[in-house]
C-alpha cells in the first residue's frame, strides 16, 4: 500500500495542513486513498460547522436584543392603538338569549325606514 506522503497527490501546507489533490473519480490509486479521503473531507465539514457555531454564538447576543427592541416596538404600536379598540367590559356582554329577549317583539315590516 502506498502511503499519503509518498504520492504525488499530497501536500503539506507552511502549518502542517495535510492537502490531498486527489479526484476521488478518476485519479485514487488505491481504495484507502478513498477512505483517507472521505475522513480528510469529513473533517473538513465538521471544522466548518464548529466555525458557524461560534458565529452563531457571537451573534445570539446581539439577536436577543433586537427580538426584544421589536418586542416593545410591537407592544408600543398595540398600546397606541389601543384606542381604537372597543374595551370589553364582560358585564355589558350580552349572549345571544339576552339579546333577544332585550330584542322584544321586533316586527322588521313595522320597521320606519324604507
Not at 489533490?21 to 485519479?27: A, E, L, M
Not at 458565529?55 to 407592544?75: I, S, T, V, W
Not at 398595540?78 to 332585550?102: G, H, N, Q, T
Amino acid at each position: 500500500m502506498i502511503q499519503c506522503q509518498d504520492c504525488e497527490y499530497f501536500e503539506r501546507g507552511p502549518g502542517g495542513q495535510i492537502r490531498l489533490k486527489c479526484d476521488p473519480f478518476s485519479t485514487i490509486k488505491e481504495p484507502d486513498c478513498l477512505r483517507k479521503w472521505t475522513l480528510i473531507k469529513v473533517n473538513q465539514m465538521a471544522a466548518s460547522y464548529q466555525g458557524m457555531l461560534k458565529f452563531y454564538q457571537r451573534l445570539a447576543p446581539l439577536q436577543e436584543k433586537m427580538f426584544k427592541f421589536m418586542e416593545r416596538e410591537m407592544d408600543d404600536i398595540d398600546e397606541a392603538d389601543k384606542w381604537k379598540m372597543p374595551e370589553d367590559d364582560e358585564d355589558e356582554d350580552l349572549d345571544d338569549e339576552d339579546w333577544r329577549r332585550s330584542a322584544g317583539d321586533w316586527d322588521p315590516d313595522k320597521f320606519p325606514f324604507e
